[in-house]
């Protein structure tokens, strides 16, 4: 069984930045491709960012590019959003997830294992 638990979510005005954590459970974290999804009030669940086991493929949704990073430490079975020039438009709950591929994926079926959620709140 894997538990992801989501964390450095709050409330931060239009052009600040936080930093997600992904704390995972489970001998098998580093061998899987990780990402992060959003879903704000009244709309779908929405890809954000991806990276592989070995952090060394990224992929982000193009609402984020440019302001979001994606990493991850396997040592400490921790994955990690950097968001900065965050917009109001950000506001969501954001939520870690683990794949059951180790490619790129962005579609929610491509993973099995997920968190609660952190909600951030983008002020303007």
């Known amino acids: 069984q894997v538990q992801l638990v989501e964390s450095g979510g709050g409330l931060v005005q239009a052009g600040g930045s936080l930093r997600l954590s992904c704390a995972a459970s489970g001998r098998t974290f580093s061998s899987y491709t990780m990402g992060w999804f959003r879903q704000a009030p009244g709309k779908e669940r929405e890809f954000v960012a991806t990276v592989t086991w070995s952090a060394g493929y990224t992929y982000y949704s193009d609402s984020v590019k440019g302001r979001f990073t994606i990493s991850r430490d396997n040592a400490k079975n921790t994955v990690y959003l950097q968001m900065n020039s965050l917009k109001p438009e950000d506001t969501a709950v954001y939520r870690c997830?683990?794949?059951?591929?180790?490619?790129?994926?962005?579609?929610?079926?491509?993973?099995?294992?997920w968190g609660q959620g952190t909600q951030v709140t983008v002020s303007s």
């Open positions: 997830a683990r794949s059951q591929r180790q490619t790129i994926a962005t579609r929610i079926y491509e993973y099995d294992y």
